[in-house]
């Protein structure tokens, strides 16, 4: 007979990393078609600042991620010191060329390539700026002002959207959770996680609220909430009882806590108390293996999306 506290545990638990599996599988399918038909592939562009160990990880992921499904990949690694003006030219260098004819990609047949600029940029940089520089037929990151303006405006539809507010929505719909005439609150409103997927909901018809440090009682306003979307940045933030009974919770926070059992020191946890929230919750993401492998699964997606857009026209 299973325990009392067994029994509790009732939420089911979305598996990130097995869905991101599926969607890359789908990808690599659609990668070999247009490889097929048009004897042309996706690319990626990866501009990176620098030589920051996370920021150089993060790459490296993509990068295998890119080779994964056929997508060709290339890094521009660019000094620490590099002026902002320099920078700037290389995203229009990009920019300029469809295919990106740069020595690397000469024999390659790229039908499309994306640009991203791996965040953060050093303090002397004005990431804004360069942003603003990327062609949004290219911004696969999906932050170019455009893409996130249309986002915001009904009967608008941007040419990308955000990765990991994407990939939020996406584990929503592939775990068959509805959003439409939901409740739905997102927790935090950084440009990045918080705003974006606040917007995503709204065109997916749930009625949203945002919480973030400035609002009062957000317990009772977390509790209301069919969806919970946390990007707070917050370690254990969200506890059992500020969930409803039921309510779908995505967990977009990763933060290190202290943990001298572990060799590292430390381990990664999310903004919700994940064992409290699956005696609560009807679904969970648990951290890490949430939302952190769908961000890549969602850049490879547009990348894709970007480059048949180009073959159609």
């Not at 993060?58 to 295998?64: E, P, S, T």
Request: charge should be neutral; hydrophobic fraction near 40%; aromatic fraction near 4%.
């Amino acid at each position: 007979m299973a325990s009392s506290e067994e029994e509790q545990k009732k939420a089911t638990i979305i598996d990130g990393k097995a869905i991101a599996h599926t969607i890359r599988s789908e990808i690599a399918s659609e990668v070999q078609q247009l490889s097929t038909k048009h004897g042309k592939v996706p690319g990626l562009a990866v501009i990176i600042v620098g030589s920051r160990k996370d920021s150089q990880s993060y790459v490296n992921m993509k990068r295998k991620a890119c080779a994964e499904v056929g997508i060709k990949s290339y890094d521009i690694n660019l000094p620490e010191k590099v002026p902002e003006a320099e920078l700037i030219q290389k995203v229009q260098e990009l920019n300029a060329h469809p295919d990106i004819h740069v020595l690397a990609f000469v024999l390659l047949k790229i039908s499309f390539a994306g640009i991203l600029v791996q965040l953060p940029l050093p303090a002397h940089i004005n990431e804004e700026n360069v942003l603003n520089e990327i062609s949004i037929e290219k911004d696969v990151d999906g932050f170019h002002p455009l893409n996130i303006g249309k986002l915001g405006m009904k009967g608008r539809d941007p040419l990308f959207q955000p990765c990991t507010p994407k990939g939020c929505l996406e584990l929503l719909s592939r775990s068959g959770i509805s959003v439409k005439s939901k409740r739905a609150v997102v927790v935090g409103r950084s440009n990045i996680v918080g705003l974006p997927v606040a917007l995503l909901l709204l065109k997916a018809d749930a009625t949203v609220t945002v919480v973030h440090s400035r609002t009062t009682d957000s317990e009772s306003i977390i509790r209301e909430a069919d969806i919970i979307i946390a990007a707070a940045g917050q370690a254990n933030m969200i506890k059992g009882d500020w969930i409803k009974p039921g309510a779908a919770v995505i967990d977009v926070g990763t933060n290190a806590v202290d943990d001298p059992s572990r060799k590292s020191g430390y381990r990664l946890v999310g903004d919700v108390d994940f064992e409290q929230a699956c005696k609560v919750a009807g679904w969970v993401t648990p951290v890490p293996g949430g939302v952190g492998p769908m961000t890549v699964a969602m850049l490879l997606k547009n990348t894709l999306d970007g480059a048949k857009r180009k073959i159609e026209q």
